[in-house]
């Protein structure tokens, strides 16, 4: 269920990101002057169109490879990875000290939400059970097979 919650933000997260390139397409078309666009949780700044371009360009390729990072951390958690387990469990901490720091309750509040359940669910017995379990099948030394 973990791995699902990291896949689900990691999606959304690409979603969200496509939704906003296509809210800056529309505004930077509909005034050739100024670019508009939503940047960060949905406000509306307006700068300039070359200065805009240029921040949201880099500001997405982060968010793509940050939403990358995360899907493969998800898959090598999967795997049974404790290193995976250390790098989301610091991610999904920030989250919750994010919220914290500056509370919302609004739509926003899945986020801190879910990096709890998700906290909770990694660091279960059962979880680090898992993950030992899957070090041991790792470190097995398989079987040589002959072939003629």
Known sequence: MAFWIVVASAATTI?????????????????????????????????????????TIGGNALVLIIAGVLMLLAFRLRQGSNRARI???????????????TPRFDALLLVPLAAAVF??????????????????????????????
Do not use: C
């Open 87 to 101: 790098l989301l469990t610091i991610v999904g901490a920030s989250q919750l000290v994010e919220f914290i720091w």
């Open 119 to 148: 906290l909770i669910l990694v660091w279960l017995s059962s979880s680090t059970h898992f993950i030992q379990q899957s070090k041991a099948e790792r470190s097995t030394p398989k079987p040589k097979q002959i072939t003629h």
């Open 15 to 55: 979603v969200n990101l496509a939704i906003l390139l296509l809210t800056f397409i529309w505004a930077a078309f509909s005034d050739p002057t100024e670019a508009r666009t939503f940047m960060s949780y949905g406000h509306l700044q307006i700068l300039p169109a070359n200065f805009s371009l240029g921040v």
